[in-house]
């Protein structure tokens, strides 16, 4: 059974460029989260989406964009890159949004901007 | 507005040497607190959630306990592979998970 699995793995980017980051949630999960995580901090929470909308958003800008599609892959779009969005963006799947299930993570996309 | 304190930020035992790591935490409605272990260049991998005060769980040289403030993390016996960083979240009735950022353990043998 595959779990979350996203994509890249590594990416470089220059300032101002725009970025897509995929996600494809662990096999029977619904709901897809997107975390932002700087070195040596933890995971600091950009949205959630179920059933194809974005249900709850954490104190991000609105260059952060997302998608969700019928089969529940995402994708995590970043406009006008700056140097400070360089981090690991991890994506968490789970079933039944917002009832305290626990997230099963991918093993992130390591964003570098230049 | 959530949030979560973990300490220490780092410690460093020998192996054997029992110990435990704390997370403070205030929200608003606590849906559940998670713990997650999170190994260099990997996502975080869960371990335990509690749901309400008074609430343990254990797994191998693992237990996590939870009051109405706090949790803690237990490492009985750890092992050099017990190395990594422990994170701790809790998740809101609103929806929303909030991290802290971690304690890193070394086990040395």
């Known amino acids: 059974d595959a779990g979350v699995t996203q994509s890249p793995t590594h990416l470089i980017k220059t300032r101002g460029q725009q970025v897509t980051l995929r996600c494809s949630p662990k096999?029977?999960?619904?709901?897809v989260s997107w975390y932002q995580q700087a070195l040596g901090q933890g995971p600091q929470f950009i949205f959630q989406?179920?059933?194809?909308?974005?249900?709850q958003r954490g104190n991000f800008p609105d260059r952060f964009s997302g998608h969700q599609f019928p089969n529940y892959s995402s994708e995590l779009n970043v406009n006008a890159l700056l140097l400070g969005d360089s981090a690991l963006y991890l994506c968490?799947?789970?079933?039944?949004?917002?009832?305290?299930?626990?997230?099963?993570f991918g093993s992130g996309t390591r964003l570098t901007v230049v | 507005e959530d949030q979560v304190t973990q300490s220490p930020e780092a410690l460093r035992l020998q192996e054997g040497e029992s110990s435990s790591l704390n997370c403070s935490y205030t929200v608003s409605g606590l849906r559940g607190l998670f713990w997650y272990r999170q190994d260099p260049g990997k996502g975080p991998e869960f371990l335990f959630t509690?749901?309400?005060a008074g609430e343990e769980k254990e797994k191998e040289r693992l237990k996590a306990t939870l009051t109405k403030k706090e949790s803690f993390l237990h490492i009985t016996a750890p092992k050099p592979e017990d190395s990594a960083t422990y994170l701790c979240a809790v998740h809101s009735d609103a929806g929303k998970s909030t991290f802290g950022d971690g304690t890193t353990l070394t086990v040395k043998p």
């Open positions: 509690l749901y309400s």
């Open positions: 989406y179920y059933e194809e909308e974005e249900r």
């Open positions: 096999s029977g999960h619904d709901t």
């Open positions: 968490a799947s789970s079933f039944d949004a917002g009832q305290g299930e626990s997230y099963t």
